[in-house]
C-alpha cells in the first residue's frame, strides 16, 4: 500500500514538473530556487557501490536521530514520517524570502540519502531508512553574500545549530556546511556535543581557483570530528574536494538524492558525501548501542575500502566508507600503535668471525656425517644383496654340445613282452 503510494506521489510529481517550471511563483522565480525532482528508476551508484541493503537484515538505523545542519529539508513523499523536528538558525536575508522550508535543496538531499524509505517505483532510498533526521536550517533561500569563499556561513550559526541538536538528543550531527574560521564558541559546541557521546560528522568543502591560500574547513577540522571529502563513481576523489582534514570519502558526484516537494535528481559535493558517512553512524549505533562514539569512529576507520593512494591520504583519509563492513566486522580492541624504528645490532669482529669459524665446522661436520652415513648404507648393500646377485647371474661360457651320431645299423626293436618265457 504505501509502495503505491509512492509510486502514485512520484507519478505526480513528474506530471506537474512542467506547470512548475513554466508557471514558477513569484518568489521561487527571484531567490531561483530548487523544483522538484523527476521520476529516476534506476538504482543510482553509489547504491551499488556501498550496497547499504545489505546490512538492513542487522541494522537499518532505527532509534537514531541524525541532526543535519543545512538549508532546511522540504517535504518528499521518501522522507514522509522521517524529519523528526526543524529548528531555523540561518540570519535574515536580502531581498523577498520565498517562503519555502528549503530553497537551495541541500538539506532536502542530504536528508534523503540518510532516510529515504525505499520504494517500489524507483531504485533509490536512504542508506539508514529506519533513522530519524532533524533539521537544522543553518542557510536560508542563499548563502550569505558577505562570506569569502562562497556557500560558507558564520561559525555562530553553526554553534546555534549544534547546541540546539545536542538539546534535542542527537545522536549523530551531520554538518555538510562549512565555515573558514576557527571559532572558540564553535569549538566548544563540538566538544560539548562529543562529550555526550554524539558522533560528529562534516565536510571539508571544495576548493576554488581565486579563494585565500591556507584555508581550514570547520568544524572538519577539529579533534574528534569526521572530516569527509568527495569520490566519483571511478572511486577517485572529485577534482575540487578539499584535501584538507579528510578522514574518510564517500560518494560525491552525480548522486541521486530527494529534491523539495517531490522526486529525485543528481547532486555533487562534500556535503552530500557527508551523509553517507552520516547514515553510516547511524546504522553502526542502532546495532552497536553499547560503542562508545570513539569506538564508532574507530570502527569506521578501520573498516574503510581501501583507497588509491593508501592510509593517511590527504585526499582520501582511511579510505572509502563501508556501510556493511562498518556495522558486521569484528575489530581488534585498542588502538594501533605505530612500531619504533628498528635499530641496526653492531656486531664486534672478533664475535662475527669465531660465529663464521663455528658455522664452517658446522657445515664440516654436517657433510662427513651425511657422507658416513652414506658409506654404511653401501657396505649394508654389498654384503646382503651380493651372494644373492651372484647365484641369480652366473658369470662364464654355457658347456660345448656333445656329438652323438647315430648308429648306422640300429639294433631290432625289442619285441614285447619278450622277457617272459615262452609256452611249448
Not at 522538484?36 to 551499488?48: A, M, R
Not at 555526550?196 to 591556507?214: D, F, K, L, M
Not at 547511524?282 to 574503510?304: C, E, G, H, I
Request: hydrophobic share 45%; glycine share 10%; charged share 15%.
Amino acid at each position: 500500500m504505501q509502495a503505491k503510494r509512492l509510486r502514485s506521489a512520484l507519478a505526480a510529481a513528474v506530471t506537474g514538473l512542467a506547470v512548475v517550471t513554466v508557471t514558477p511563483q513569484a518568489a521561487q522565480a527571484q531567490q531561483n530556487c530548487v523544483v522538484s525532482g523527476e521520476l529516476l528508476v534506476p538504482v543510482p551508484w553509489s547504491q551499488k557501490m556501498l550496497a547499504p541493503d545489505r546490512v538492513w537484515p542487522l541494522s537499518t538505523g532505527a532509534g537514531q536521530r541524525v541532526a543535519v545542519l543545512s538549508t532546511g529539508i522540504s517535504d518528499n513523499p521518501l522522507l514522509a514520517g522521517h524529519i523528526a523536528e526543524r529548528a531555523n538558525f540561518a540570519p535574515a536575508g536580502t531581498g523577498q524570502p520565498s517562503g519555502l522550508p528549503d530553497c537551495l535543496g541541500n538539506g532536502t538531499g542530504v536528508s534523503g540519502i540518510i532516510a529515504a524509505q525505499p520504494s517500489g517505483a524507483v531504485g533509490f532510498h536512504g542508506i539508514a531508512p529506519g533513522a530519524q533526521v532533524l533539521s537544522a536550517k543553518v542557510v536560508a533561500d542563499q548563502y550569505p553574500s558577505n562570506r569569502n569563499p562562497r556557500e560558507t556561513v558564520a561559525p555562530e550559526t553553526l554553534t546555534a545549530a549544534i547546541n540546539w541538536a545536542v538539546d534535542r538528543g542527537a545522536t549523530v550531527i551531520a554538518v555538510p556546511t562549512i565555515t573558514y574560521d576557527d571559532n572558540a564558541a564553535l569549538r566548544g559546541a563540538v566538544q560539548r556535543a562529543l562529550s555526550r557521546g554524539i558522533v560528529v560528522v562534516a565536510a571539508v568543502g571544495e576548493t576554488a581557483s581565486n579563494e585565500p591560500p591556507g584555508l581550514v574547513p570547520y568544524p572538519a577540522a577539529y579533534d574528534g570530528v569526521v572530516g569527509v571529502g568527495a569520490i566519483a563513481e571511478n572511486g577517485v576523489v572529485t577534482q575540487n574536494s578539499r584535501p584538507t582534514a579528510v578522514d574518510l570519502v564517500a560518494p560525491g558526484a552525480n548522486v541521486v538524492t530527494t529534491f523539495p516537494n517531490a522526486g529525485l535528481g543528481t547532486a555533487s559535493g562534500t556535503q552530500f558525501a557527508t551523509a553517507y558517512v552520516a547514515a553510516t553512524v547511524a546504522l553502526v549505533r542502532s546495532y552497536r548501542p553499547q560503542l562508545s562514539n570513539t569506538d564508532v569512529v574507530q570502527r569506521l576507520y578501520a573498516t574503510a575500502s581501501p583507497a588509491p593512494e593508501g592510509t593517511g591520504s590527504a585526499y582520501y583519509g582511511f579510505g572509502v566508507v563501508n556501510s556493511y563492513q562498518a556495522v558486521s566486522d569484528d575489530i581488534a580492541a585498542g588502538n594501533p600503535v605505530t612500531l619504533p624504528p628498528l635499530t641496526p645490532v653492531t656486531v664486534d669482529p672478533e664475535v662475527a668471525a669465531r660465529q663464521a669459524a663455528e658455522n664452517r665446522s658446522d657445515d664440516w661436520a654436517f657433510i662427513l656425517a651425511a657422507a658416513g652415513f652414506a658409506l654404511v648404507l653401501l657396505v649394508t648393500a654389498i654384503v646382503v644383496f651380493g651372494p644373492l646377485g651372484r647365484r641369480r647371474w652366473r658369470a662364464g661360457l654355457a658347456p660345448v654340445p656333445q656329438d652323438r651320431p647315430e648308429d648306422e645299423r640300429p639294433e631290432p626293436p625289442v619285441e614285447l613282452f619278450s622277457d617272459r618265457p615262452k609256452r611249448s
